[in-house]
């Protein structure tokens, strides 16, 4: 009997608790602050090769439109090119949500054919 009772508590009991808990958050993304992002982009040097808008230069271009935040974050802490490595003791885990969260709050600049002298 109390093997039986136990059977029913997993195939019913179980699965019903886990029904309640609430989904996982599907994106990975943290909530970052854009404001301090930038503020740390520059402090820490990322503009010397990304550009203050992250447009690119020396580095390549990171915004607008950013990878998605695992393989940003997967960079920063492990480059295989040419860019310095940045572990969390210098950029902490929390600071690079922030630089994400400012990536990707960089607008996408306007069409080339909306702008007259480009379309002469
Ligand atoms: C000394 C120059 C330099 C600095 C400073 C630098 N980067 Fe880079 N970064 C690069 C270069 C060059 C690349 C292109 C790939 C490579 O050669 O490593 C790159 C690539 C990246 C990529 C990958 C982009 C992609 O599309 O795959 C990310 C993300 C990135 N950098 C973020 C940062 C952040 C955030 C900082 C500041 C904490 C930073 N970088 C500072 C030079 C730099």
Redesign the pocket.
Known sequence: MRFILSFLFVVTVIPALKAQTPAPATSTTPAGNAQNGKK??SN???Y???GFEAQGG???R?APR??AFT??SK??RQ??????P?TSRV?SDKE?AD?YAFLQSIPQPPPASSIPLLSK
């Open positions: 740390i982009f820490y040097g990322c010397q090769c990304h020396a580095g390549a990171l950013p990878i393989a940003f960079y920063v480059p295989t090119g040419e860019m310095p940045y950029v690079l630089i």
